[in-house]
Each structure stands twice: as C-alpha cells, then as structure tokens.
C-alpha cells in the first residue's frame, strides 16, 4: 500500500510540475498579444532597442518613425546584439541589417529580418 501511495503522490506530482509551465506561458503578461513592450523614449533616433524576452528589436530611424523587426538573425538564427550607426548586428558572423527596413546591409545573411506589426499609442510601444 505505500507502495502505491507513493506512486500515485510521484505521479500527481510530476504531472503539477508540468502543468504549472504551461499554465504560466499563457498569463496575462504577454507582449504578443497588444502589452506593452516599451516607451518611445527608449528607442534613439536612428538607432533601436533589442527586447530580447521578446525577441524583438524597434528602431526609429527618423524622428517618430518606428519599425519592429525579429530579433533572430535570419543567417543561423542568433539573436542580433546591438543597434548601431544605422544597423542592427548580429554577433555570429557579422549580419548587418537596416534599421529603416530590416534588410541586409551586411552579410553573411541574404534574407532581411522579418517585420514584427507595432503600435504607437502615446510613449507606449505595444506589439499587436
């Protein structure tokens, strides 16, 4: 009997330690789903941020323009590590990419980074 006690206590306890992960994925927090991702004021003309938790970069390459792009180097899939002199660079193997667009300005990359759709509500970022 406590053999099996035992048992069915492992298993209703593994089976928690599964479901509470997931359960936590889907929470209110997300930033996919319209949440705010950042201030406007974060993001230098010119330059960008990289939300990494998000695996998003938003650049503002003029005065109120902003752009959002992957984060995800479309070379090998690193996450790029810097926004600069107008560029977003990947560490890996040198990908640049145009913070106007996301193209390649840069290889070894050949497709550009993939548009991410924002909204500017404010100073708010949010992604939609």
């Known amino acids: 009997?406590?053999?099996?006690?035992?048992?069915?206590?492992?298993l209703a306890t593994?089976?928690?330690a599964v479901v509470a992960p997931v359960a936590a994925c889907g929470g209110g927090?997300?930033?996919s789903g319209g949440g705010?991702?950042?201030k406007t004021?974060?993001?230098?003309?010119?330059?960008?941020k990289i939300f990494k938790d998000q695996k998003v970069?938003?650049?503002q390459p003029k005065k109120g323009d902003f752009k959002a792009f992957s984060a995800i180097c479309t070379h090998l899939g690193c996450t790029v590590s810097r926004v600069a002199d107008g560029t977003i660079d990947c560490p890996c193997h040198g990908s640049k990419f145009h913070v106007a667009d996301g193209s390649v300005a840069h290889g070894p990359a050949k497709r550009p980074l993939p548009a991410k759709s924002i909204k500017v509500e404010g100073n708010s970022i949010k992604l939609t």
């Open 41 to 48: 004021s974060d993001i230098p003309e010119g330059g960008g």
């Open 1 to 10: 009997m406590t053999e099996g006690a035992t048992r069915r206590t492992v």
């Open 57 to 59: 970069v938003v650049t």
């Open 29 to 31: 927090g997300s930033t």
């Open 36 to 38: 705010e991702l950042g």
């Open 14 to 16: 593994g089976a928690a």
